[in-house]
Structures are given as C-alpha cells and as structure tokens.
C-alpha cells in the first residue's frame, strides 16, 4: 500500500455533536404544586460538542438543530399528573412535554424526544413537576437519561469560525497521527503498543 493521499476537500454538513447525562443513583424526588425539579445524573456519555456544566444540564458549543431524547423509570408514592419536559437556558422546549397519571405503589417509565433550534451556549436541563404532592423512587438501573444529538446547522447562521478552525486543527492532528501509524504498522512497529521500544 502507498503512502496516503491528500486530503480532499470538506464534505457538505454540520460538524458532529452529541453527549448526554444518565442517572444509576437510586434515589426518592418530591414535587409540590408550581414547583420545578431539575433533575441530576449520575454520569454522562461520550460527547464532542457540548459539555456537561455539573450534574444537571448540558451545554452546546455550537448553533444548531437538536434531537432530545430523555426518559425516566420510578415508583410512584402517590397519585399525581406528573409532567416531564427539556427546557433551553430556562423555557419549556414546547413539544418535549409529556405527561403521565403515576398512581400509588406503581412503577412507570417515560420517554419522549424534541427537535429544537438552540444557540451556542444554551444549557438544557431535564425537569419534572405536578399538579400535587407526590413522591417518586427512582429505580434500580439506569433511571434517568437524556441524549442530545445535533441534526444539522441553524439556515442564515454563520458557525463561529474560531470554534471551526480549532476543530479543524484537531482534525488534522489526528489524521496525521494515523498516517503515522499506518506507515509504522507497514514496517512491523506500532509505537501505541510498544511505547518504549
């Protein structure tokens, strides 16, 4: 095999962007009327661009369409409508609410999933609220969950070309670091395996 070509040129298309929070604390959460919980997690997935700010929220690095998707899996200690919902820097994301009658020694899982247009920068947070006072288990397992996923750039925006650049960067780095280990691999060494050699 020869040596690798050039590089062509970029392909039409967002830069990838995912990550997410999950949740395998077992744990109780209590609403009451016109309160909002915000819940927290326990670890987070794999991601490239966004970050997780603590706990509770993610946070997009770059303009974009989103896909959410996110669930809940708990034992209800009462009857209530309890309502779970995404919000973007503070407002309910619309079409992310979902809402599910728990009822008393009942386990229940909850699941939905939003398209939305968000600003770089925007923390989304995973919410849960009722109209009554109740109290929720969250299961053995994972528990709770939500996966952001990005589907393509805002029409009319601009990415910022510092956040491209540097990518780019990265990028190349990493394709010329492959490169290299092919070339190594061709004549029977490999340096990630034989460090010291």
Do not use: W
Request: aromatic residues 8%.
């Amino acid at each position: 095999m020869g040596p690798a070509g050039p590089a062509g040129p970029a392909g039409e298309g967002c830069e990838a962007a995912y990550g997410g929070l999950y949740n395998t604390a077992v744990g109780e959460f209590c609403t009451q009327p016109g309160e909002i919980i915000a819940m927290t997690f326990s670890d987070g997935y794999p991601a490239a661009g966004m970050h997780c700010d603590g706990d509770h929220s993610i946070v997009l690095e770059s303009d974009g369409v989103y896909e959410i998707q996110y669930a809940m899996r708990a034992d209800s200690k009462g009857c209530t409508l309890l309502n779970l919902a995404v919000t973007n820097d503070g407002s309910v994301i619309p079409c992310s609410r979902i809402t599910e009658k728990a009822c008393s020694s009942c386990g229940f899982t909850m699941s939905g999933a939003a398209v939305v247009e968000a600003r770089k920068g925007a923390h989304l947070h995973f919410i849960a609220y009722s109209d009554g006072c109740a109290c929720f288990m969250l299961q053995e397992g994972v528990n709770l969950m939500m996966y952001v996923k990005k589907l393509g750039d805002l029409k009319g925006s601009d990415p910022d070309p510092a956040y491209g650049r540097e990518r780019g960067r990265d990028r190349e780095f990493e394709r010329e670091r492959e490169r290299e280990r092919e070339f190594e691999r061709e004549r029977g060494y490999d340096k990630d395996r034989y460090p010291l050699l």
